[in-house]
């Protein structure tokens, strides 16, 4: 499998010469890898000798996942069997050199291993080890397998999200997974600051369903003051109105937050319902939430008439922020993400692929792709001679016995 960089991009980025190792497979940890890896850290991906499952999963083109082109980028990929005691010692090793470490095995897999932090970091006390799980490296569930979906309902994100009376629904999506990848490199960037003050790195422990926790607002302390259990609101939000989505006249779905004061008569006024936009019992929120019902038909009669485009184009003159629901096609046709730059592109055996940049950008040390996910092992010999002095024949002995 060749590659064409996607860009000859000459920024190093704001993270080059950050040393990670990545143990983890599938999606959080990869992910955590990668959004380092895009902003110019050095990654060593550690695989298994049949590779990473994900080059597996979902769309499949020459044999490879297009998905891993884009999760794998920027990593090199050492092919190391973690199963031998010879490939768990030059883990070992690497993990002497790196700054990161990054593994999203069930707890206590490390351990078992001889790989735990007491015995890396006292080969290494600056290590910072970021460890991914379902539900964290103690409690009393540590140890359950923790896979996104699970734990997007143990955490609280399905209870609320769908229609009420109805089963909840997932985004289409691994979302706890991409959020605890983001959770990952926040710690991971903590702890490396506080490693330039103490000279000592530490463990950052990341639950997935703590990741989801995280994005629930006001549900924890309503419930504890109040006693209000947040409940699946469809289209809307509890609480705020008017904000919701609405069905127009060629059928396409129009998103509306009109929910501020003088944004609700801006709107109002706009879908010709003065009478609305001036009534007093709806000038503020408390208002408007208990006269929900009247305000969103009165909304859903108007977009009923008109085109998506037309709804749009209006609220916009009128400054209501308001929007259509985009599938991935409409994304690559509107010239905002054109113009944000929002698709990078990569050849893969001389076929182009784009793949998404990842924000944030950066004005003055933005991040990049600069190769696409390599072949699994590609880079074996190259890791274990620059990092660990090996010749080549120390390499092909590895080899011969299957340990890489």
């Not at 060749?2 to 990869?30: K, S, Y």
């Not at 050095?42 to 499949?60: F, L, S």
């Not at 989505?245 to 609700?264: E, V």
């Not at 003159?317 to 599938?327: D, K, L, M, N």
Request: charged letters at 20%.
């Amino acid at each position: 499998m060749t590659q064409t960089p996607a860009d000859d991009r000459p920024a190093p980025g704001p993270l080059a010469g950050l040393r990670v190792l990545e143990l983890g497979q599938l999606i959080a940890g990869p992910f955590t890898g990668t959004l380092l890896a895009y902003f110019g850290a050095e990654v060593i991906k550690i695989e298994p000798p049949e590779g990473d499952p994900i080059r597996q999963w979902r769309v499949v083109r020459d044999g490879t996942s297009l998905w891993w082109h884009s999760i794998g980028r920027n990593k090199k990929s050492v092919r190391i069997d973690l199963k031998t005691g010879e490939g768990r010692a030059l883990v070992g090793q690497l993990a002497a050199r790196c700054d990161v470490l990054v593994e999203n095995f069930r707890p206590g897999t490390l351990e078992k291993w001889g790989l735990g932090p007491e015995v890396l970091k006292a080969a290494n006390p600056g290590l910072v080890i970021a460890r991914i799980s379902g539900y964290g490296q103690d409690g009393p569930y540590a140890g359950k397998a923790g896979y996104a979906s699970v734990c997007e309902g143990f955490g609280g994100l399905r209870y609320v999200n769908g229609m009420p009376g109805e089963p909840p629904v997932r985004p289409n999506l691994s979302i706890g997974d991409t959020l605890a990848a983001l959770h990952a490199v926040i710690g991971i960037l903590m702890a490396l600051h506080q490693r330039g003050r103490s000279g000592s790195g530490q463990v950052v422990d990341v639950a997935l369903f703590e990741a989801v926790y995280n994005l629930l607002e006001s549900v924890v302390p309503e419930f504890d003051g109040a006693g209000v259990v947040r409940e699946p609101s469809g289209t809307t939000v509890t609480g705020i109105v008017p904000t919701n989505t609405y069905r127009c006249a060629d059928g396409r779905w129009a998103i509306i937050g009109g929910n501020g004061d003088s944004i609700y008569k801006r709107l109002m006024r706009a879908a010709g319902r003065a009478d609305l936009a001036d009534d007093p019992r709806l000038a503020h929120n408390p208002g408007r939430v208990q006269h929900e019902a009247e305000i969103d038909a009165a909304i859903a009669a108007w977009t009923a008439t008109l085109p998506l485009a037309e709804v749009v184009s209006s609220l916009e003159t009128a400054g209501v922020p308001a929007g259509p629901i985009y599938s991935v096609r409409d994304m690559f046709a509107d010239p905002q993400y054109q113009a944000r730059g929002l698709f990078e592109r990569v050849e893969i055996d001389g076929k182009p692929l784009a793949i998404p940049a990842i924000p944030p950008k950066l004005s003055a040390t933005p991040g990049g792709t600069r190769w696409s996910g390599p072949a699994i092992g590609a880079h074996t010999g190259e890791v274990l001679g620059e990092w660990l002095g090996m010749d080549a024949e120390a390499v092909n002995g590895l080899r011969q016995r299957g340990v890489i």
